[in-house]
């Protein structure tokens, strides 16, 4: 069954375009080209959707989950002009699905590997069990004596 075409609640906000400007500022482009040269993914010639932008596409995507795959781009190409960056045409769905064929999960990866990293220390309450960095509990119950100490232990502190 095909999914239905779906578009940001609202339309575009903007917050929607200041969202691109924060990734823009935390994923630096030449990360990005780095990345996209290493996994040797360079556009040989000019796109509607050259690499670089298809990996920022890509990580746009994983916080627009429900949202169409034309109506991301469109809201990630009016952040990108809205930042002055270089203005691309809305590709069509067709052309994303090859830019991302094209881009493959390498450069992704590489991109992943190099900006990830921890933002607590063993020093952040919660961050730790043990020896492990606590990524998420999703779905666990855990089950704790009842104790004076246990009742006055919050997560909030």
Known sequence: MPREKTSLPG??????????????????GADVEADVRDAGRQSKRDRSLPAQMTVMYVVALSLYRGVSYEEVLSCGL???????LPDYAVATKGAITQARVRLGKDAVRGLFERIAASMSTPQTRGAYYRNWLTVAFDGTTLSVPDSKQ???ATWTK
Do not use: F, S, T
Request: net charge negative.
């Open 150 to 152: 246990n009742a006055a």
């Open 11 to 28: 339309g575009v906000r903007m917050a929607d375009r200041a969202l691109l400007g924060v990734l823009v500022e935390h994923i630096p």
């Open 78 to 84: 009016e952040g990108w002009r809205w930042l002055d």
